[in-house]
């Protein structure tokens, strides 16, 4: 198994050398940071509209959904995009009505409320793995539908997204899973039986798309084989899917700081703990 150095190593000379086809570090980054200014933007609009938006990210084990929600999230407030990503539920949670554990992290307005998967986990992960009966699955892919027209009517703006990965590339990026120590925190118990079970999970997609995606919810596919470029297209596209302006700035003065009690505040520190300064 490669160490800690020569994993971050490997990472470097990777992020350096740029492969035909593939979108380079410098370029991606620089794009990046446009679109995550606009992410700003809109924020700002959300607040002072009083917008309710939900997002919700779905796809296979790998398919880059949590890179895809750091790249939108990394530089707005937690208090506007708040991120959703629950355990599985408790006994008590499991005799709730099922909605009952998702609708309670719905937003407020001026809130972005961001699924790192959802109530969708019903129509994949627990009717594949055999976590929910054949009725209780039934039964969500009939009524989801409603449910979702319900959320919308009710003035939610509803985006949802399916990250569509390749065979090879899961199959890559589970390898570098299981033997780069920077990603094995990522393997879950799913993750393994999700490999075996791929066409189990294709079906379960599909049946999922034919009953879910309507005309008020739309299911949008997004290929994720090349990380950079997904992130990219769903930010670009998001932002195109939420109508937003530039809300007017007051201009703002940095206020000069008071002497009154000045003092060497730096002496009282002198005797305390300090943090090693190593690096």
């Known amino acids: 198994m490669a160490t ?6 490997k990472e470097k000379k990777k992020h350096e050398n740029c492969p035909p086809g593939k979108l380079c570090r410098k370029e991606y980054e620089k794009k990046l940071q ?7 933007t809109l924020q700002a609009w959300v607040k002072a509209q009083g917008l309710r938006v939900i997002i919700v990210f779905e796809g ?16 707005v407030s937690p208090r506007v995009f708040r991120v959703v990503a629950l355990p599985a539920p408790s006994d008590r949670e499991k005799s709730q009505l099922y909605m009952q554990r998702y609708i309670q992290h719905f937003p407020a307005a001026g809130e972005i409320v961001i699924f790192d998967r959802s109530w969708y986990n019903r129509a994949g992960v627990e009717h594949v793995m055999g976590f929910c009966t054949q009725e209780q699955y039934q039964r969500f892919l009939d009524l989801c539908p409603e449910m979702e027209r319900y959320f919308v009517e009710g003035g939610v703006i509803l985006l949802k997204y399916w990250l569509e990965v390749s065979n090879e590339e899961q ?5 570098a899973r299981i033997h780069d120590p920077l990603r094995q925190w990522k393997l879950s118990p799913m993750d393994l039986p999700s490999r075996s079970r791929w066409y189990d999970y294709s079906r379960a997609r599909d049946a999922m ?11 949008y596919i997004l290929r994720s084989d090349d990380k950079k470029r997904a992130r990219l297209n769903c930010i670009t596209h998001l932002l195109s899917k939420i109508p937003y302006e530039r809300v007017p700035q007051e201009a703002i003065d940095l206020p000069k700081r008071s002497k009154k009690g000045e003092y060497d505040d730096q002496v009282a520190l002198e005797g305390k703990r300090f943090v090693p300064e190593k690096y």
């Open 4 to 9: 800690l150095e020569e994993t971050m190593s």
């Open 34 to 40: 446009e679109l995550q200014a606009e992410l700003c």
């Open 60 to 75: 296979r084990d790998g398919a880059g959904k949590g890179g895809t929600i750091r790249a939108i999230t990394e530089r």
């Open 171 to 175: 199959e890559k990026r589970f390898h």
């Open 209 to 219: 798309l034919k009953a879910t995606d309507s005309k008020h919810a739309p299911w």
